[in-house]
């Protein structure tokens, strides 16, 4: 079992900035494929970034590619989310993950991952 706990979400305006923090605790952080999701009001959750284990491999949704950067710090046990640019569509509440089960492209389905966090929520003003 893997517990997961985001937070910095808030209110910015655009073109700002904002990091996303994920604690995990429980099994080991180590091997696991983290990914962060976010799920817009009416909207579906959908893939924003992962970062598979082994090699730190990192994959973006074009829509926030160069805005956002994904990271881990084993130490911490800690996944974050970087986010620069920001624009008022990347308002939403977003949410870490984690899952053992993927490969490639498939670390961008929800469905992949087992343990998910309560979600952090992020209001981008125009």
């Known amino acids: 079992q893997v517990q997961l706990v985001e937070s910095g979400g808030g209110l910015v305006q655009a073109g700002g900035s904002l990091r996303l923090s994920c604690v995990a605790s429980?099994?080991?952080?180590?091997?696991?494929?983290m990914g962060w999701f976010r799920q817009a009001p009416g909207k579906e959750r959908e893939f924003v970034a992962t970062i598979r284990w082994p090699g730190n491999i990192m994959d973006y949704v074009d829509s926030v590619k160069d805005r956002f950067t994904i990271s881990r710090d084993y130490a911490k046990n800690t996944l974050y989310l970087q986010m620069n640019s920001l624009k008022p569509e990347d308002t939403a509440v977003y949410y870490c993950a984690a899952g053992l089960r993927c490969l490639g492209y498939e670390c961008r389905l929800a469905g992949k991952y087992d343990y998910w966090g309560q979600g952090t929520h992020i209001t981008v003003s125009s």
């Open positions: 429980g099994r080991t952080f180590r091997p696991y494929n």
